[in-house]
Structures are given as structure tokens and as C-alpha cells.
């Protein structure tokens, strides 16, 4: 029986853009549609919560756990440990200190020191405003991989044929896609040929893992431009200039009651984001004061 399956020959997991997804997940089920639309009304709202002059970081916070919850709810959070995609954690991280030491605002001063002559300081409202823009960032940045990880390539091209985009257009564009779980694959494959020549692995330390990452790039944009001239060369010689339409879609989904509710949660919170500040509404003002 393939591992892949129920007792009852049903998929538990499904192909998607980037990696693998939970058949029976809620984002996996939404329509194209729907997560486009939650991603822009999200990051809309996340922004305004992020740009406001007491950043509301709050309801950046919800956001990232919620996110955090379908990553695990679809279980492709593994993902985020065992590839490269980790490095996200330190990018947020160097996003703090960035801030913490560039923008020192406020005169409630944690701690102080002084390097080759400057003197950095770091205040309790540099901190805040500095967890505000990670987590918000961090919200941004998990619900992208969230939708990638959860859609399906023939999802994208059913969408765009539902929209009436030209053949050309839509094969492309899925093209481009389906590449992002390409470029995985060929990742762990050169990954693993090093590991087997010799070369070592850092599982644990993220900082070695980032440049493991950066010597890995040099292989892997080379693999991916080699592919795409194979490709185009592929293309050309069966034809395709003079092809003609796509053929009935294999897989049709329609907006349901799922997405409905979906898009409800998001309009509201983006409603929310715009009208008021969870954070000052919830004391969080006093809660800054007493750190």
C-alpha cells in the first residue's frame, strides 16, 4: 500500500507547488481564489497594523500564530525544519538587531554600551516597535510559504483557465510554479551528492546552515538555467508555437462555503486593523511601562 494512502485507498497527502500538503487540510481545499485574495487582505492588514504610530503588535502576533497553526494543521511546518527555509528565523532575527541598533527611539533605556566610541542603547520602546515589525514581517513571510505549500500547480492552471488566460500565458505561468518544487528537489539531490563526496552537514547550527545555503546557490542557478534552455529548446522542437488550447481541466474546484468563511475571518480583520489598536485597546501601553 502506498504510504501515502489511507486504509480506505484515499490520498492523505497531495503534490503541491512547494513540497507536500495534508489532503484533507483547509487551506489545501480553499480555492486559488480564496488564499490570493487572504494573502492581500492579510498583508494589507498587517502592514497597516505594522505602519501605525503605536504599532499594534498584538494583532501581528494573532496573525503569525494563526498562520503557524494551518502550517501545522497541514503539516507541512516540517518543511520549514528540514529545508533551508529555517533560514527565515535568522533573517527576522538580523531584522531585529538591525533595527534595535539603527533606530533607537524612546528614553525608557534596558541596556547601554558603547562601540568604538558610539554609544548604543536599547529602550523598551525601540524593543517593542523592533517585535512589532519581526512578527509582522514573520506573518508576511509564513503565509506566503502557507499558500505555496498548500496549492496544487494544477489548481493555478484551472484558475487561470477559469479567467480565460491565453494557453501560452497559463503554461508558462505554471511553469514558473511548478520550477519552485523543482529547484527543491534538485537542492536536497545536490545537497546529498556533497554529503557523499564527503562534505558536511550542520542539521543543528543555523548559522553554518546559512552558508551551507550560500554554497549551494552557485550549483543550483546553474542547474536551473541549464534546465530552462533544455526546456525551451524542448518546447520548440515539438511544436509549441503552434499549439492551441488547453484541454478540460482535470481537477475543477469551486468557491464553497470554506471559502466563504475564509474570506469573512479576513475581511474583518483587515476591518479591525483598520479601525482600532488590539494592543492599546488591551492595555498595552501599560503592559510597556511595566517591562
Partial sequence: MNKRENRM???????????????????????????????????IAVIIAMTKPYPDLLFSFFIMIAVVYFLIESRTIKYLVKSYLVLIIIALFVLLI????????????IISFSIFGAVLKITKESLYIGLAKVFGYGAMALLTLLILMTTRDIEIVNALNQLGISFKKTFFISLIFRSLNIMAEDLESIRHAQFARGGKTNKKNPFLKAKE???????????????????????????????????????KKNIGLLDYSFLTISI???????????????????WLNLL
Fill in 9 to 43: 485507498g484515499e490520498k492523505r497527502y497531495v503534490k503541491t507547488i512547494l513540497f507536500n500538503a495534508k489532503a484533507d487540510s483547509f487551506f489545501v481545499n480553499l480555492h486559488p481564489f480564496t488564499k490570493f485574495a487572504i494573502f492581500l487582505f492579510l498583508s
Fill in 98 to 109: 538591525w533595527w534595535l541598533v539603527f533606530n533607537q527611539v524612546g528614553v525608557h533605556v
Fill in 213 to 251: 545555503f550560500l554554497a549551494l546557490s552557485v550549483p543550483i542557478t546553474a542547474l536551473m538555467i541549464k534546465r530552462a534552455v533544455e526546456m525551451g529548446q524542448a518546447l520548440e522542437a515539438r511544436g509549441f508555437s503552434k499549439a492551441g488550447k488547453l484541454s478540460q481541466p482535470v481537477v
Fill in 268 to 286: 474583518l480583520l483587515l476591518y479591525i486593523s483598520i479601525t482600532m489598536n488590539i494592543t492599546q485597546v488591551l492595555g498595552g501601553v501599560q
